[in-house]
């Protein structure tokens, strides 16, 4: 994008979940590009300060089992960036065990689709007015998901309790990840936002380490640190998206996985199961 042949504008682009693993490498690739301000948000304050002062960029702090901090987070970057080009939403993880946070809400549910959701609603409108660009983290694992029309309506409450399956529940938010950019599309893609939806594979990080079924062993054993993606690796369709021009390098509301279009779960092209799930989402975090 430019405002002449002579003066490139360069890109604002936001990574969160960026003090490790993919996120950590998309904002160093990012930044080696040259032509984009990268900016880095994550939870952990030594690791996230540590990647920003690497690579010379800004590193916001926020919780997203916290959506005060999510909330805090977008005040901030409103302040500070009067032009947000591209937010990546990367921030997420697989949680063991059923914890309700200080929200009310089903810890995996909120880290990996509430909050990245509430974030990608309170900076709408700089992205707009850039014509910029949604893309999130999602996965595999939403073949999955156990959500239906019917469920949405509890996900993220204490009716999930007896049934928690870790790995389902991962699944519910990643299939969440992908009706959100399917729902983003068809409410503002005529306004200039485009959105994408990322399976970066099974990568070799911290994600799933505390996870005390077969999917955690695997994620700290040695067979899986040898068949595991690196984080580099991991993170080529995000870098690739996200520097990337929507409409000319990539079509929006897609779901990509090694590089090109990937195949989905029906219920992800369900219209009426992203609507619901919109419409839930924006209750739970009001």
Same mark, same amino acid.
């Given at each position: ?75 901030? =970057? ?40 509430? =974030? ?167």
């Amino acid at each position: 994008m430019t405002d002449d042949a002579q003066h490139p504008v360069r890109r604002t682009v936001v990574v969160t979940g960026a003090s490790d693993g993919i996120g950590a490498a998309a904002v160093r690739a990012l930044a080696a590009d040259g032509r984009h301000d990268v900016v880095v948000v994550g939870r952990d304050p030594d690791r996230t300060h540590r990647v920003a002062d690497e690579i010379g960029a800004p590193a916001y702090l926020a919780d997203f089992a916290h959506l005060d901090q999510v909330r805090d987070l977008a005040d901030r =970057l409103r302040a500070a960036h009067p032009r947000i080009d591209v937010l990546v939403n990367n921030a997420g993880g697989l949680f063991p065990e059923h914890v309700v946070t200080a929200d009310g809400l089903e810890t995996t549910f909120q880290v990996d689709h509430l909050a990245p959701f509430l =974030l990608t609603r309170l900076l709408l409108d700089r992205l707009l007015a850039a014509g910029g660009a949604v893309v999130t983290t999602s996965s595999a694992a939403h073949h999955r998901s156990s959500l239906t029309v019917d469920r949405a309506g509890v996900l993220g409450g204490p009716a999930d309790t007896l049934r928690y399956v870790p790995f389902r529940a991962y699944g519910d938010a990643k299939l969440a990840n992908i009706l959100f950019t399917r729902e983003l599309h068809r409410r503002y893609h005529r306004e200039g936002l485009a959105s994408a939806a990322v399976h970066p594979g099974g990568v070799a990080t911290s994600f799933a380490g505390t996870s005390r079924d077969v999917f955690g062993w695997f994620y700290r054993s040695s067979l899986g640190k040898r068949v595991l993606r690196t984080p580099e690796d991991g993170a080529r369709d995000l870098v690739r998206l996200a520097a990337g021009r929507p409409g000319v390098d990539w079509p929006s509301g897609q779901y990509w996985a090694s590089g090109r279009i990937a195949r989905v779960d029906r219920r992800a092209d369900d219209p009426e199961l992203a609507r619901v799930l919109w419409e839930r989402s924006e209750q739970l975090v009001a």
